[in-house]
């Protein structure tokens, strides 16, 4: 057990394969172009972003014995990643992630393998709720097999955050809204939730309002450029996106979702001021071409620092 405050993140881990063809795609043809590797998944990308924000991080998954398993388990612990309540299976392949863009770089085909993840199940959990319920966080995501996402909002005492990954998946914490400390949808997934079509930052309170209602205690709604809407039953917030120049939108959602967890793990709980945090966060990560960005404390902090202050000279012109 540690003596440092510390956060679990339960969820999957995979290797990424890319390939980006230099030309329009021939199909059924070889194609000349790019391929690329990189550890990824929701939860190692939280997990990853969590340590390089200098938060103790453990990842409780799963992954196999293969040679993509070496890689990701010599990753964690290149980015300060512990896996001490991971288990590696022997003669199983680990999850992955096989996706083919076309020349501009929008996905064409992609194939996800994360059958290994039904192996988190809640016997696994069990002997690891210990561990679990003494974390600051337990953040989760959805690719946990349904019983076990149950399992959890049914024994764990930690602060339960939840990160739904896609609308399929996020079907699956609908059972437990009423044990969530804090949800992180985007748009399309508190839609899915709640039944709001969300058109803006008013219909985006009314969806938060209404996950409230289902017992969720804190709701962060990423609206994408329309930036981040945050409620709870005693404080609301919307901070707009800030002026970015973007490479990639890849890692972004991944690195708000960490940078809310920071905050609570530094004991900051104004909605405005975690808001904040996240979107200065998110610009990172937009200007990034990593999936994981390379994200500190003092870059979050500068990056906050300059979007107040050409808030402060946009209200002086405004006023003068």
Not at 85 to 112: C, F, H, P
Not at 141 to 168: C, M, Q, R, Y
Not at 222 to 230: N, T
Request: charged fraction near 20%; aromatic fraction near 4%.
């Amino acid at each position: 057990m540690s003596e440092k405050p510390y956060v679990a993140v339960i969820g999957g881990m995979n290797m990424d394969i890319f390939g980006i063809p230099d030309e329009k795609v021939i199909p059924r043809d070889s194609n000349i172009g790019q391929i690329g590797m990189a550890v990824g998944g929701v939860g190692q990308n939280i997990a990853q972003n969590l340590a390089r924000l200098e938060v103790p991080t453990y990842l409780i998954t799963v992954y196999g014995d293969d040679m993509n398993g070496i890689v990701m388990e010599h990753s964690c612990a290149q980015h300060g990643i512990r896996l001490d309540y991971a288990e590696k299976l022997v003669g199983q392949r680990s999850s992955g992630y096989l996706y083919v863009t076309d020349e501009t770089g929008d996905m064409l085909l992609g194939i996800n393998d994360m059958k290994i993840c039904e192996n988190i199940t809640p016997a696994f959990l069990a002997k690891r709720l210990d561990f679990i319920n003494h974390a600051s966080v337990c953040m989760i995501d959805a690719n946990l097999p349904e019983e076990s996402i149950k399992w959890l909002g049914e024994h764990v005492t930690a602060p339960i955050f939840v990160d739904p990954v896609s609308i399929v998946k996020g079907k699956r914490v609908i059972p437990i809204l009423d044990k969530i400390d804090t949800l992180k949808p985007n748009r399309i997934e508190a839609e899915m939730m709640t039944g709001i079509k969300i058109t803006d930052c008013e219909t985006a309170q009314i969806a938060a309002a209404k996950l409230l209602e289902y017992g969720v205690k804190n709701v962060f709604i990423s609206l994408g450029k329309d930036g981040i809407m945050a409620m709870s039953n005693e404080q609301s917030a919307h901070v707009p996106t800030m002026t970015t120049k973007i490479v990639s939108a890849n890692g972004a959602g991944d690195c708000s979702t960490a940078t809310i967890v920071w905050c609570r793990y530094r004991g900051i709980k104004n909605l405005n001021q975690v808001c904040e945090y996240t979107q200065a966060a998110a610009s990172i990560a937009l200007e990034s071409e990593k999936s994981v960005p390379d994200i500190t404390p003092a870059k979050v902090e500068a990056k906050l620092a300059g979007m107040r202050l050409n808030e402060q000279l946009r209200s002086k012109a405004v006023r003068s």
